[in-house]
Nanobody, 114 residues
Framework: VQLQASGGGLVQPGGSLRLACAAS????????MAWFRQAPGKQRELVAS???????TYSDAVRGRFTISRDGAKSTLYLQMNSLKPSDTAVYYC?????????WGQGTQVTVSS
């Protein structure tokens, strides 16, 4: 199984980024997929999740600013992040939900700073 997150970078406050997570080795359409993030010195936290037929869920910290989506044909999960804040700075990961510890990839760094 490989979950490869990409699309991170350095962005100014108020800016936008779109993350992608390419999945292989799993039946993508059968799984609830989720984005997580881990800021320095903090525990990893759930950001958003989305099943094939279920509504998206978001943490309070990102609701209204982030949008999770998925493309079953490409086995790819996306996270559109708008109105970014310095507090969004973290390494972002994707995983199935509930998580499988063995599925964690390297993540992608998002830094929000002026």
């Amino acid at each position: 199984v490989q979950l490869q997150a990409s699309g991170g970078g350095l962005v100014q406050p108020g800016g936008s980024l779109r993350l992608a997570c390419a999945a292989s080795g799993i039946i993508f359409r059968s799984n609830i997929m989720a984005w997580f993030r881990q800021a320095p010195g903090k525990q990893r936290e759930l950001v958003a999740s989305l099943g094939r037929f279920s509504a998206a869920t978001y943490s309070d910290a990102v609701r209204g600013r982030f949008t999770i989506s998925r493309d079953g044909a490409k086995s790819t999960l996306y996270l559109q992040m708008n109105s970014l804040k310095p507090s969004d700075t973290a390494v972002y990961y994707c995983n199935v939900f509930p998580v499988r510890e063995a599925y964690w990839g390297q993540g992608t760094q998002v830094t929000v700073s002026s």
